[in-house]
């Protein structure tokens, strides 16, 4: 049979167990986001270096036209064409926010 100092030393247990799941519950609901180190990824953002349409394209124009072709489906004429239907509508426009 239990004494009362059992029952004591249960309560205890219990009650530190129960604080021990209380904090950790806190714990989680406090854990911040961690915040972003880069918004860019450098590869993104050295696009207009090392891109297709800046490096690959004026390249294949101006030495090998056959290429182009196969590349895109298109002559160079056509391709400009093309570009200046679109050009307004899919240029980056920077807009204000207040």
């Known amino acids: 049979m239990e004494t009362d100092d ?7 247990c219990t009650s530190l167990l ?8 806190v714990l989680m609901k406090t854990k911040k986001k961690s915040k972003h180190s ?3 990824k450098p590869y993104i953002s050295e696009r ?3 891109g297709a349409y800046s490096t690959l394209l004026p390249e294949l124009a101006l030495n ?3 290429r182009y072709i196969q590349y895109l489906r ?3 004429g056509t391709f ?3 570009l200046a239907l679109v050009e307004s509508k899919i ?4 807009m204000k926010l207040w």
Request: glycine share 6%; hydrophobic share 40%; net charge negative.
């Open 74 to 76: 298109m002559d160079v």
């Open 48 to 50: 207009h270096r090392h």
């Open 6 to 12: 059992d029952d004591d030393e249960i309560l205890v």
């Open 64 to 66: 090998d036209s056959c």
């Open 18 to 25: 129960m604080a021990g799941v209380c904090s950790a519950g």
């Open 80 to 82: 400009e064409e093309l």
């Open 91 to 94: 240029t980056k426009k920077t």
């Open 38 to 40: 880069v918004w860019v």
